[in-house]
């Protein structure tokens, strides 16, 4: 499956922005999905996660509250909501999709990546 993340750009701190993840394939619906990302001269870091069927969706405590984690079956997409955004939250959002149940952080598929930047 291929994976297009979309929607980065420029916010303010405390602002809005939303990301969104295309699959390629209408399997998708049968996949766990997943946002990381990666700092500037950071370690990729799990962000959020939504299994099949929406039955399990996980947060990283440090967007937990601020990210909500969704997805449209219909449209074989995911999305990204990030609110009261930070600095911190400057990175490149990678989208990841697996077809097992519970990949933990090893997912097998990746998207191309999209900048974030939150500005102070």
């Known amino acids: 499956v291929q994976l297009q993340a979309s929607g980065g750009g420029l916010v303010e701190v405390g602002g809005s922005l939303s990301l969104t993840c295309a699959a390629s394939?209408?399997?998708?619906?049968?996949?766990?999905t997943a946002w990381f990302r990666q700092a500037p001269g950071k370690e990729r870091e799990f962000v959020a996660s939504i299994s099949m069927g929406n039955r399990y969706i996980k947060y990283a405590d440090s967007v937990k509250g601020r990210f909500t984690i969704s997805r449209d079956y219909d449209k074989n997409t995911v999305y990204l909501q990030m609110n009261s955004m930070k600095p911190e939250d400057t990175a490149v959002y990678y989208c990841a999709a697996d077809m097992r149940s519970n990949p933990g952080t090893e997912y097998y598929y990746w998207g191309q990546g999209t900048l974030v930047t939150v500005s102070s």
């Open positions: 394939e209408r399997t998708f619906s049968s996949y766990s």
